[in-house]
């Protein structure tokens, strides 16, 4: 076992019904600072239903999550924004009629202060920081890589830049957990492989990221451990390779699931993962998507 | 001519005001879907205020100037007060309700407004008359007074503000994120509240420049003359395209000029069978016209983007 001090986000039996319907039930896991964090499970089983419950989105009902060593409950989105968690979307959403740059300067809310006052007389701390938003929400651009989109508005951007930017947003918030929701969802190998590039460059810069994803490949090549997730409950923790070989997972994904299986285990036409998963072989994961 | 000439000042006069008062009902609106019916008693209150405060500074032997700038502030200040409040006591706990509900409780604040003023000001007209003499200038055949330039300066001016605080400071921006996706836009740190707390107040000092303008332009105060302005206001916010600004603002002059010209018209147009008193009809002849033919207004988007 790890040290507490060294866990981001631990999450203590949190559960959370919808009516009679439950989406998570009792689920205790923990992320480390600096991991790939990747929670996969099929569609259903309460990934995103816990995206909302980190993020303030939905309020859970029972259990507990603490965060930065800080305890909570019951929290409005804008303040965990503020203690540092970050996410994106499955469905992409994007202030669609704002520029991209604009987008990622809306993410600068949360670290910039001026109000309307400040706003109205144009005083030199407003135009200073405003200043500083434009060039930081530039540089962020850059970082992910749309710099040339800057003006255009972000629903007429590409599916994948729409990606990027959200990412982008999302990094500009300041987070120290980056949560991202099948970021990886519609692209094509050329995009998953940049994307791939595109997240170890974020944890290498020392923000952590939990992972919700499909693409079997991309979770084996880049998390740390992996949660899976069924029918709202965890079945299984651990390094990507232990997981991968769990009896339950196995059974969770091939017990009459199968409609989404293939996704991770049709597209090996690309290079290797990585060294860690060396031995992977696509068959050996089979159904697990 | 000279008729057609004066009934275009006319109506970029009254346009003005109803586009500063449909600011206030298209922002409300495009960030919370909420028609704020009670908006036009807002302005009353302001024009009230305004009058009030005007009297009380002139008896204290202020400088005219003085008294009608500060007379407006302390009107605007109120005003503000006044949105922030009706937000928080009767839309903020029906956030979640169906959307009829806040319509109904709008319309009831609108009509507690109306009684409130009554009880304080009486049901009587009270002339509103500013300090100063208001010199009439000749431009070609038609005349336009100090009091009106001044209206249409002074609303081009606050249009122009209000449009550059909205599209390039970091308020104005949270505003948009959160008109376009709230729940994106609390992630980014947003307080939804605060946004919206922030837009009542801004739609409510515009509200009170306005019942100033209208004050000052007929002269006149009535605790009930807030509820036909407010209407015509509405009106010209969706004719724009309700939840656009630059909508709100179009359709507040377009509304203006369609009202004066007609109202100059009429009586030629139906041989002296109706006459210029008729000129409330176009308003609302504009607003079933929208509805039918066009309900997105002339520069409102089909409302798809909603999450």
């Keep these: 076992m790890t040290p507490p001090s060294n866990r981001l986000l631990e999450l203590t039996n949190v559960g959370k ?17 600096g991991d790939i964090y990747g929670l996969i499970g099929p569609n259903g089983a309460g990934k995103t239903t816990l995206f909302n419950v980190v993020t303030g989105l939905y309020q859970l009902d029972s259990g507990g999550f603490q965060f930065a060593g800080q305890s909570y409950t019951r929290c409005k989105p804008h303040l965990l924004a503020q203690a540092g968690i970050a996410r994106t979307f499955q469905n992409i959403r994007l202030f669609a009629n704002m520029s991209a740059l604009e987008n990622i300067m809306v993410g600068r809310h949360l670290r910039t202060r001026t109000g309307i006052w400040g706003a109205l007389t144009r005083n030199a701390a407003a135009r200073a920081e405003e200043r500083a938003t434009v060039q930081r929400a530039r540089e962020l651009l850059d970082y992910v890589g749309i710099s040339a989109a800057h003006q255009t508005l972000a629903k007429h951007l590409s599916y994948g830049e729409q990606r990027r930017l959200e990412i982008a947003r999302a990094l500009a918030t300041e987070p120290k957990l980056l949560a991202l929701d099948e970021p990886a969802a519609g692209m094509n190998a050329t995009e998953t492989v940049a994307l791939k590039a595109l997240l170890q460059k974020i944890r290498a810069s020392g923000i952590t990221i939990l992972l919700i994803e499909h693409d079997v490949k ?72 | ?60 032997a202020f400088a005219p100037v003085l008294a009608v700038l500060f007379s407006l502030m302390i009107a605007m200040a109120v005003c503000m007060a006044l949105g922030y409040s009706i937000e ?15 319509l109904i409780t709008a319309i009831g604040v609108s009509i507690v407004l109306q009684n409130l003023a009554m009880m304080i000001w009486g049901r009587e007209y009270h002339s509103f008359t500013l300090p100063f003499t208001s010199t009439s200038h000749h431009l070609g055949g038609a005349v336009m007074n100090d009091v009106q330039i001044g209206i249409v300066i002074v609303a081009l001016v606050i249009m122009a503000g209000l449009m550059w605080l909205v599209h390039h400071t970091r308020t104005g921006r949270a505003m948009r994120a959160v008109a376009e ?83 100059g018209y009429i009586g030629d147009l139906t041989g002296g069978f109706l006459g210029s008193h008729y000129q409330d009809v176009f308003a609302f ?23």
């Design chain 1, 218 to 289: 991309l979770i084996m090549g880049l998390c740390d451990r992996v949660a899976v997730l069924d029918y709202g409950k965890k079945i299984a923790e651990g390094a990507p390779e232990e997981v991968r070989r769990d009896p339950a997972v196995i059974a969770a994904y091939l017990g009459g699931e199968t409609t989404e299986a293939p996704d991770g285990t049709t597209s090996h036409s690309t290079k290797p993962a990585s060294g860690q998963v060396a031995g992977y072989r696509p068959q050996a994961g089979e159904g697990l998507g």
């Design chain 2, 88 to 102: 928080r006591i009767a839309y903020r706990p029906l956030r979640h309700a169906p959307r009829l509900a806040p």
């Design chain 2, 181 to 263: 996706n709230p729940a994106a836009a609390t992630l980014m740190g947003v307080d939804i509240n605060r946004v919206i707390s922030v837009t009542f107040m801004l739609g409510s000092a515009l509200a009170a420049i306005a019942g100033f303008m209208v004050s000052a332009n007929y002269g006149i105060v009535h605790y009930y003359m807030g509820f036909m302005l407010g209407l015509k206001a509405f009106t010209a916010a969706v004719l724009g395209g309700i939840g656009n600004l630059r909508g709100a603002m179009l359709g507040g002059v377009l509304l203006g000029l369609i009202e004066s010209l007609g109202a």
């Design chain 2, 285 to 307: 002849f504009v607003l079933i016209a929208v509805l039918v033919f066009r309900p997105s207004g002339l520069l409102g988007e089909k409302l798809a983007e909603r999450a």
């Design chain 2, 1 to 60: 001519m000279d008729i057609f000439f004066q009934q275009i000042i006319n109506g970029l006069v009254q346009g003005s005001v109803y586009a500063l008062v449909a600011l206030g009902y298209t922002m409300v609106y495009g960030i919370l879907g909420l028609i704020n019916f009670a908006h036009g008693e807002v302005v009353m209150i302001g024009a009230m205020i305004a009058l009030t405060a005007l009297q009380a500074l002139l008896a204290a």
């Design chain 1, 17 to 33: 019904h919808f009516g009679g319907v439950t989406a998570l039930a009792d689920v205790s896991l923990h992320i480390h600072r």
